[in-house]
């Protein structure tokens, strides 16, 4: 029960404030697997589990009317899930997705019942009433939190034990096609990441940083540099073509001027 209320309420509790707080990013599964982990104990796993899921849930940002598998339930049960079943990361990467998708299902029910607060705030702001429109606007958020709140309660109660049952009669090769198919989950968000962006000019980056992983066997902190060079140099390259006509009247400009 105590675990069960604890977890609820960081879930709840990081909702409020990722939106209190105009987006810092506190549900992010590097966050929240990390207190996640702290609360129950194991903060190593924590942070594993967290590392692990921000590349395969790297792609899911909601943009627009899109609503992405909910990263914040399914980090925070999946890093749960793993340190109460005492199997670590592969367990809370094969429930982390499931769970997020199932969570997404829901977070668009609340999205559905929050749209019947329109015609109420359309009423509101007519009238100029400010302190109602704030009075509603809390109240969506706060009936999310309590969504939140909810699934991470019900999953933790009635879950747990479920899960730990389950988990401990999987078979060792089922379990061990588990441990591969968590590795290659990570690079199932990198695509995700990448669909949008990829075009016939950043696709030359790709196969560079393929090179420099397949043949020159560089560390992925040496490939980062790589890229952070990179960027920083394109950036400006970038930057001083929209700048010519300005330094063609003597204004010169530093690259490294803010």
């Known amino acids: 029960m105590q675990t069960a209320l604890l977890v609820g309420s960081i879930l709840g509790v990081l909702w409020f404030f990722e939106k209190m707080l105009g987006t810092p990013m506190l549900i992010r599964p590097i966050v929240v697997s990390s207190i996640i982990g702290?609360?129950?104990?194991?903060l190593k796993t924590g942070l594993l589990?967290?590392?692990?899921?921000?590349?395969?849930?790297?792609?899911?940002?909601?943009?627009?009317?899109?609503?992405?598998?909910?990263?914040?339930?399914?980090?925070?049960?999946?890093?749960?899930?793993?340190?109460?079943?005492?199997?670590?990361?592969?367990?809370?990467?094969?429930l982390a997705l499931p769970?997020?998708?199932?969570a997404q299902s829901l977070k668009v029910v609340v999205f559905i019942v929050r749209s019947w607060f329109m015609n109420f705030a359309m009423k509101l702001a007519k009238e100029a009433n400010i302190k109602g429109?704030?009075?509603?606007?809390?109240?969506?958020?706060?009936?999310?939190?309590?969504?939140?709140?909810?699934?991470?309660?019900?999953?933790?109660?009635?879950?747990?034990?479920?899960?730990?049952?389950?988990?401990?009669?999987i078979p060792e090769k089922i379990m061990n096609g588990l441990t591969v198919a968590g590795g290659l989950l990570p690079a199932v968000g990198f695509g995700?990441?990448?669909?949008?962006?990829?075009?016939?000019?950043?696709?030359?980056?790709?196969?560079?940083?393929?090179?420099?992983?397949?043949?020159?066997?560089?560390?992925?902190?040496?490939?980062?540099?790589?890229?952070?060079?990179?960027?920083?140099?394109?950036?400006?390259?970038?930057?001083?073509?929209?700048v010519t006509a300005a330094t063609s009247n003597g204004i010169e400009e530093d690259l490294f001027d803010d």
């Not at 702290?38 to 194991?42: A, P, V």
């Not at 393929?210 to 950036?235: C, D, N, Q, S």
């Open 133 to 169: 429109l704030i009075t509603l606007n809390m109240a969506g958020l706060i009936l999310q939190c309590l969504m939140y709140f909810a699934v991470g309660f019900v999953a933790i109660l009635f879950g747990s034990a479920a899960v730990e049952t389950f988990v401990n009669n």
């Open 99 to 102: 769970i997020a998708i199932l």
């Open 38 to 42: 702290l609360c129950l104990g194991d």
């Open 192 to 242: 995700l990441l990448l669909l949008p962006m990829m075009n016939k000019f950043n696709i030359l980056y790709f196969i560079f940083g393929f090179v420099l992983v397949a043949y020159l066997e560089l560390p992925i902190l040496a490939i980062t540099l790589f890229g952070i060079v990179v960027a920083f140099v394109v950036t400006y390259e970038m930057k001083g073509k929209t």
């Open 49 to 94: 589990v967290g590392a692990t899921l921000e590349l395969v849930f790297m792609g899911a940002i909601q943009v627009g009317g899109a609503v992405p598998p909910d990263v914040l339930v399914g980090a925070g049960l999946g890093t749960s899930f793993a340190i109460l079943s005492g199997n670590g990361a592969e367990v809370a990467l094969a």
